[in-house]
């Protein structure tokens, strides 16, 4: 059923459809060992026409930046950004000397690119680049990612988005939300699934999973087999959809292979892991080599 849901075995072959499975998705990364400014790569669930169009999606802010999942870049709809920032921001209550100088910077002279905020301020770009990677955690920054240039614009994000509001108070209800969406994709998820995809703490998700199953917007318990997690209540009882054989390659940022990250550091801990294989539903394998930015050697 996952594989369904996924578009993995029917992949989208529209615009509409691509927007749809997007909503379903979401934040979605860029692939891992790609070129820099790379738009959302859903890995196998999408024809070739539809990937060559997610570039004007992001022209068209229908799909933008930010950093979610475990602090990294990823986009979600435009219309859903409220719900995923709160979901996912981490608060920054008291800036460092470098974050308050850039911030200032980019809130009184923005837009500004990494260069321009490098010569106005007098910081290095060592100094500059994780300033704004953690205010852009915390949704103080506004990066605005439309094509593949290198030095793009920071914009601050309560003039650019003034319609979102990020509150602290507002973190569980969002984040139900979201891991409603997730499970409605993923169909079973494990604590250690949802963890593992989400970066939150286990005792915020162990509180938020309790409050859902006493209102009955989750259901606990088994799918197959003696593997404990959660499902929605529409998908029980689940029933088996026939399966012709399969084997998906994905990448390391890939939706389904971040919610089983655990689990694939036990099993290739070891290796040094291009892309992760998806055989008839199942981890089963790893493509294996060497890659950097850079003279390259591919050992098996």
Same mark, same amino acid.
């Given at each position: 059923?996952?594989?369904?849901?996924?578009?993995?075995? =029917?992949?989208?072959?529209?615009?509409?459809?691509?927007?749809?499975?997007?909503?379903?998705?979401?934040?979605?990364? %860029?692939? %891992?060992?790609?070129?820099?400014?790379?738009?959302?790569?859903?890995?196998?669930? &999408? $024809?070739?026409?539809?990937?060559?169009?997610?570039?004007?999606?992001?022209? =068209?802010?229908?799909?933008?930046?930010?950093? !979610?999942?475990?602090?990294?870049?990823?986009?979600?709809?435009?219309? =859903?950004?409220?719900?995923?920032?709160?979901?996912?921001?981490?608060?920054?209550?008291?800036?460092?000397?470098? #974050?308050?100088?850039?911030?200032?910077?980019? $809130?009184? #002279?923005?837009?500004? %690119?990494?260069?321009?905020?490098?010569?106005?301020?007098?910081?290095?770009?060592?100094?500059?680049?994780?300033?704004?990677?953690?205010?852009?955690?915390? !949704?103080?920054?506004?990066?605005? #990612?439309?094509?593949?240039?290198?030095?793009?614009?920071?914009?601050?994000?309560?003039?650019?988005?003034?319609?979102?509001?990020?509150?602290?108070?507002?973190?569980?209800?969002?984040?139900?939300?979201?891991?409603?969406?997730?499970?409605?994709?993923?169909? !079973?998820?494990?604590?250690?699934?949802?963890?593992?995809?989400?970066?939150?703490?286990?005792?915020?998700? &162990?509180?938020?999973?309790?409050?859902?199953? $006493?209102?009955? $917007?989750?259901?606990?318990?088994?799918?197959?087999?003696?593997?404990?997690?959660?499902?929605?209540?529409?998908?029980?009882?689940?029933?088996?959809?026939?399966?012709?054989?399969?084997?998906?390659?994905?990448?390391?940022?890939?939706?389904?292979?971040?919610?089983?990250?655990?689990?694939?550091?036990?099993?290739?801990?070891?290796?040094?892991?291009?892309?992760?294989?998806?055989?008839?539903?199942?981890?089963?394998?790893?493509?294996?080599?060497?890659?950097?930015?850079?003279?390259? =050697?591919?050992?098996?």
């Amino acid at each position: 059923e996952r594989l369904h849901r996924h578009r993995l075995i =029917d992949p989208v072959g529209s615009q509409d459809a691509y927007v749809e499975l997007f909503a379903l998705l979401q934040p979605a990364s %860029t692939a %891992t060992q790609a070129r820099p400014g790379a738009p959302p790569d859903l890995s196998s669930r &999408t $024809t070739s026409i539809v990937r060559n169009g997610v570039d004007r999606l992001r022209a =068209d802010r229908v799909i933008v930046k930010g950093r !979610f999942l475990h602090r990294s870049v990823g986009y979600v709809l435009a219309k =859903d950004f409220s719900l995923y920032a709160n979901a996912f921001c981490r608060p920054l209550p008291h800036l460092s000397d470098t #974050q308050r100088i850039v911030l200032d910077a980019v $809130t009184h #002279q923005g837009p500004m %690119t990494p260069r321009q905020i490098k010569e106005e301020t007098g910081l290095l770009n060592k100094r500059v680049m994780p300033a704004l990677h953690r205010l852009q955690e915390a !949704f103080a920054v506004y990066e605005d #990612q439309v094509d593949d240039e290198w030095d793009r614009a920071w914009y601050d994000f309560s003039s650019e988005w003034p319609e979102i509001q990020i509150d602290e108070s507002r973190w569980e209800s969002c984040a139900a939300e979201v891991l409603c969406r997730f499970l409605r994709g993923h169909v !079973f998820a494990t604590m250690e699934n949802l963890r593992d995809w989400s970066g939150w703490p286990a005792k915020r998700l &162990t509180t938020l999973l309790g409050e859902l199953e $006493t209102v009955g $917007t989750v259901v606990p318990g088994p799918i197959r087999g003696p593997v404990e997690g959660w499902t929605l209540p529409e998908d029980v009882p689940l029933e088996p959809r026939e399966l012709s054989p399969t084997v998906f390659m994905l990448h390391k940022a890939d939706n389904l292979v971040r919610s089983h990250r655990s689990e694939l550091k036990r099993r290739f801990g070891d290796h040094e892991v291009l892309r992760y294989l998806l055989i008839d539903g199942e981890f089963l394998g790893a493509v294996v080599g060497h890659w950097r930015i850079g003279p390259y =050697d591919i050992e098996d």
